[in-house]
């Protein structure tokens, strides 16, 4: 409701927001979503959250949609956040360490977070068919939130990819294609049959609203800690539209005034065989990684996570440790 238009988040075009949109039409990269800030600002404010409902739509300013009947919801978001005592004991340095349970969220992870922003704004700009590449967890999400809106969904997954997932996407009806490669492979599918087929591209950092839903992290880790920031957030990286969409919310909560200019350390945590986020390099071999969800996205899409990694650390930090270990505790000291 407050959007004023698309930008391109490498050469700054901007793009209409009321138009069906994927890349930016001149140097093919991610488009953001701009907002109103000073009139998200006259109603979304503190005060105003205590009453407001227990999902992402909670901020509902700083969402696209433009008509309310367009929302696609299963109850995403405002998941709560645990304060683990026992894991921090175990670390060589003294700290509060919270995990913030995205486990709880429809279909079982954040996904659902992208999957609702997106797929809203499909139906709100008249979308029927959908697809998506998927490692497992968006393709679950996609299929559920297609079936919700009455959309068909189209999904292509690595062969490999873990059976509850599949089966989760069947159930909801959506046409599943099991790919004998990665899932570069699978959006290479897409894009080359979306055209012919008829079919929007949900893929990661290719349409603009997913980052948009995963952003609400940022504003609930803002709210949880009563308007605070953590020193530093560790994030499990795959495509990075989590981690691009937290640094996006904490730039519109500092324009709100939310919060001030300081900003968590990001640790992007990732498979020790993929294609680090910091880095420009093409994907290695992946088959390997403990999960089947962190795999790489196409390093066209970078740059981005770069500069939100960048911005919050030296470049002796970009550093990124081997998945589910904990930080060396130089990373957690000031
Ligand atoms: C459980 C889980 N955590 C993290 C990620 C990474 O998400 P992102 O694309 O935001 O980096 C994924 C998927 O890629 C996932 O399924
Ligand atoms: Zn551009």
Known sequence: MNVTHLECALCGLRHEANVLQNLCITCGKPLLVRYDLDKAAETLTRGSMATRESSLWRYREVLPVVDEANIVSLGEGWTPLFKTDRLAATLAVDLDLYIKDEGQNPTQSFKARGMTAAISMAKELGVKKLAVPSAGNAAGAMAAYAAMAGMEANIFMPADTP?????????????????????????????????????????????PYRVEGKKTMGYELAEQFAWTLPDLIMYPTGGGTGLIGMWKAFDEMQQIGWIGSKRPRMVSVQSETCARSCEHSTPANVSQTNSKMLRPSPPAFVFQRRSAISSSSTPSEHRVEPLFLLPTPSLWQP
Do not use: M, Y
């Open 163 to 207: 059976r509850a997932n599949i089966v989760e996407c069947e159930q909801t009806g959506a046409n599943v294609t099991l790919v004998d490669g990665l899932i570069t492979d699978c959006g290479a599918i897409v894009a080359k049959r979306k055209e012919a087929e008829g079919w929007f591209d949900v893929s990661t950092l290719k349409e």
